[in-house]
């Protein structure tokens, strides 16, 4: 099956800074990425995926980027607030099918 | 509320017992998962159905054992489980071929004593 990396395990950055998370796939035939955040005691939830025929997405202070060719995908999160501290997971998903996750970043934002 | 809704929240159990784990989508999805957090192994997927078929069993104990009566319901059923297995179950739904997100319950927080 698909085998999903992610790293860093833990950030800590000042708020206003920004934070990047990277995540690796092994799959080439896997074309959805979704990025989850998940607050202490509440479920995963997205808050952006990118699709293989796209290199970029942006919504608002986050983005991501997809490098098909060398199968890995980042997070960026720009001018970070506390209220974004929380663990990020990464996936990957073929349409939507048996999404694998990474282990997870936990970030810190210090005020 | 997320549309994915699980029962119960909490569970106490005793390497004896059985007890079952529930999952109930209302966003009409085709396939739903099981989901084993904890510590060690964040987000690792146990079980797949799509269309009410099992497609994926991800190397999971026999102890463990799901059912998917229909498309909106899956069930986990437990019975002479470790205090290793002690952890967030967490179900999902998604709608594949549209390659859209999957969306989480809320968990049921397991432990075995």
């Known amino acids: 099956g698909e085998n999903v990396e992610q790293h860093p395990s833990t950030l800590s950055v000042q708020e206003g800074d920004s934070a990047v998370i990277k995540c690796t796939y092994s799959?080439?035939?896997?074309?959805?990425f979704p990025w989850y955040k998940q607050e202490l005691g509440k479920r995963p939830q997205l808050i952006i995926d990118?699709?293989?025929?796209?290199g970029e997405k942006k919504d608002q202070r986050i983005a991501v980027t997809l490098n098909k060719t060398a199968k890995h995908f980042s997070l960026h999160i720009t001018e970070t607030q506390p209220e974004d501290s929380a663990v990020y997971f990464c996936?990957?998903?073929?349409?939507?099918?048996?999404?694998?996750f990474g282990t997870g970043t936990s970030l810190t934002v210090i005020p | 509320e997320t549309g994915v809704t699980q029962t119960p929240r909490h569970l106490v159990m005793g390497m004896t017992n059985k007890k079952s784990l529930k999952c109930e989508q209302h966003?009409?999805?085709?396939?739903m998962y099981w989901y084993k957090q904890s510590a060690k192994k964040p987000l690792e997927l146990m079980f797949v159905?799509?269309?009410?078929?099992?497609?994926e069993n991800n190397s999971v104990p026999s102890r463990f054992s799901p059912e998917c009566p229909n498309s909106s319901h899956l069930f986990l059923h437990l019975h002479t489980l470790q205090p290793e297995d002690s952890a967030l179950y967490l179900c999902?739904?998604?709608?594949?071929?549209?390659?859209?997100?999957?969306?989480f319950g809320q968990g049921t927080r397991l432990t075995v004593v």
């Open positions: 999902a739904s998604s709608q594949t071929g549209d390659g859209t997100e999957a969306f």
């Open positions: 996936a990957a998903s073929i349409t939507g099918n048996q999404f694998y």
């Open positions: 799959d080439s035939a896997s074309n959805y």
């Open positions: 966003l009409g999805h085709n396939a």
């Open positions: 159905y799509n269309f009410k078929e099992q497609t």
């Open positions: 990118i699709r293989s025929n796209v």
